[in-house]
């Protein structure tokens, strides 16, 4: 999943993306709202987190301007106490709100709760066949037993599992699992889908020939 973060203050927006890729998100950043409102229009996030209050553009402004066009899930940052702001909030379009300051742990939970519902699942556990997969710890069983993905591998699991039934384009994993600030060139999907494969059995994840992959529904 890849997310942008938009938050001027440094400190804040450096541990939050910090933490975000620990999760496994693929993160990138904007200290400024119009920087953001170009990110958000010009990548397809799997979710935003955005601040209200920002140099150049605020968090309102980026949020109405980014909804003539898209419908991206917003997790919106508010001052503490400020109900005017989370009624605006919602009614600009924001998909939650959290009050700073916040736990982390609740940022995340919201974060995978609002990337859960934009995807029409709203549990936690994805099963497809005898594959169980927790997106709360980020834990893969298969006939109950665990087993063990690198980042990438279940990255790209996750995104697929979803986005069931649908054809994912070796493009749009790319995309959604890679950050900006991500250049290197191990990241082939193929590789690592066939490593899923390995693991998890070969008939989970169909490959459409030149198209991309898919689970089916
Ligand atoms: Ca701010």
Redesign the pocket.
Known sequence: MRVLLV???PRLLRSLAQALREEGYAVDTADAGDDGLYKAENYDYDAIVL????PRLDGWGVLDRLRQRKQTPVLMLTARDATRDRVRGLDTGADDYLVKPFDLSELLARLRALIRRAAGQARSNVEVRDVVIDTRSRVVTRAGHPVALTAREYAILEYLALHRGEVVTRTALYEHLFDESDDTLSNLVDVHVFSIRKKLGAELIATRRGQGYCIES
């Open positions: 938050e001027d203050e601040d209200i209050m920002l």
